[in-house]
């Protein structure tokens, strides 16, 4: 095969039906929707559509849909308006395996005097809870906890936090990034104040997210401009990629089974061959609460990026963690929160699968990876030193 794309956690192909939609706002609907004339209204009147296809795969009010340029963008923006709404509080409680969009904010924010708890997680990457509670006093300004984890696909219990953490009057914000589109999301019962999505994620371009924010919410915008996004977000509007987000929207709710039956049973079909044919090797994370295209395996004794290489020879395209922090030689810091094994989280492979994956991929990659990891440990002095040591005990 050409290529076999598993990397959909990182960014996801455009699909189709949005391309053809988008097309006509990078072409012959170039007005500005700002302005008075009626060809500009034509281009406005299609973004109001776009708001209300976000809205609806959210379950919440178009004017509570604010867009962006990407997630990190309204993660940034939550988490600054909260310190801003609340100048007399300096605390922030986050978790110790968030996005980066979220974790090196929140390390910058502590390094400026902000006083910042990193809530742990266990060994299968499940949030503690009763650790996060016990961190709330009415010195804090923001809980920032992500829906579900980029690199494990973990997923946090939002609803009970943003129930505890509403109790205590204090802002919640959730990255869910990779959560949208993946599995159901109602804002209308779920307590979250606001919200973070990125289009790249299901199958909208690069480059436009959303903020969501609930009404009443206290907020200061962090892009100080004009009058766009009902002034929560200077800027001219990035016309084509909303109106590209808008339909990537509502093709995610139409797909909503489909990711949670056809992809998750790829997902776990590829899954059970890697750990049937590769010996020393095992899940990250919580198999059962996470999200149905993720896994993320771990091989003793073999380096990640050596196994990406070799894969990219098959045209396999895989990743070793959050494409944010690739190129980085430490292991993941979601695994190292976790506790994963150092020779275990330096040879994860994080897989995640789309609607567009079939069950000729899953196999080509069953086939092909094996040899890879046997090629692998024979080259390990680690890997040969941990079998002579078993061998040695019996």
């Known amino acids: 095969m050409d290529r076999v794309y598993v990397d959909n956690n990182a960014t996801t192909r455009v699909a189709p039906e949005v391309l ?13 929707p700002s302005s008075m004339y009626s060809f500009a209204g034509e281009v406005a009147e299609k973004l109001k559509e776009a708001r209300a296809r976000v809205a609806d795969l959210l379950g919440a009010d178009t004017e509570e849909i604010v867009f962006t340029s990407c997630g990190s963008e309204s993660d940034s923006t939550a988490i600054w308006a909260a310190v ?10 986050t978790t110790r395996v968030e996005h980066p969009a979220v974790k090196n904010l929140c390390e910058h924010l502590a390094r400026k005097g902000w006083r910042v708890t990193f809530v742990p997680v266990d060994g299968k990457g499940r949030l503690d809870t009763d650790y996060l509670y016990r ?5 804090t300004a923001i809980v920032s906890v992500m829906w579900a ?5 973990v997923i946090f219990p939002i609803e009970e936090i943003g129930n505890e953490v509403r109790e205590r009057g204090i802002m919640f914000h959730t990255d869910a990034v990779q959560a949208v589109g993946k599995i159901p999301i109602d804002l209308r019962h779920a307590p979250v104040d606001m919200l973070s999505l990125s289009g790249h994620k299901l199958h909208a371009p690069k480059g436009v997210g959303v903020l969501y924010i ?6 200061s915008p962090f892009l100080i401009g004009g009058h766009q996004e009902h002034g929560r977000r200077g800027g001219t509007e990035n016309v084509a990629s909303i109106v590209a987000l808008g339909k990537a929207c509502e093709l995610a709710r139409q797909h909503m089974d489909a990711e949670n039956t056809r992809v ?6 590829l899954e059970a ?10 899940v990250n994370g919580d198999i059962d609460n996470r999200l149905p295209n993720t896994c993320n395996i771990g091989f003793e004794s073999v380096e990640g990026e050596a196994i990406l290489l070799l894969m990219d020879q098959h045209g396999i395209c ?6 944010c922090t690739s190129g980085s030689l430490e292991p993941s810091h979601v695994l190292r929160a976790m506790g994963v094994p150092f020779t275990s989280a330096h040879g994860s492979v994080r897989f995640s699968l789309s609607i567009y994956n079939t069950e000729e991929e899953i196999d080509y990659i069953v086939e092909k990876l094996p040899p890879i990891i046997e090629r692998l440990r024979n080259l390990s002095p680690f890997w040969k030193e941990n079998q002579a040591a078993k061998a040695a005990a019996g």
């Open 84 to 93: 801003n709404a609340n100048p007399d509080k300096h605390h922030i409680v």
């Open 214 to 219: 609930r009404k009443g919410t206290k907020f």
């Open 273 to 282: 061959g890697l750990l049937a044919a590769i010996p020393a090797s095992a």
């Open 149 to 153: 984890n980029n690199e494990t696909g």
């Open 135 to 139: 961190s709330l006093t009415p010195d």
């Open 318 to 323: 895989a990743s070793s963690g959050s494409a």
């Open 264 to 269: 998750k049973k790829l997902r776990d079909r």
């Open 20 to 32: 053809d939609e988008m097309l006509p706002y990078l072409k012959d609907l170039y007005a500005n």
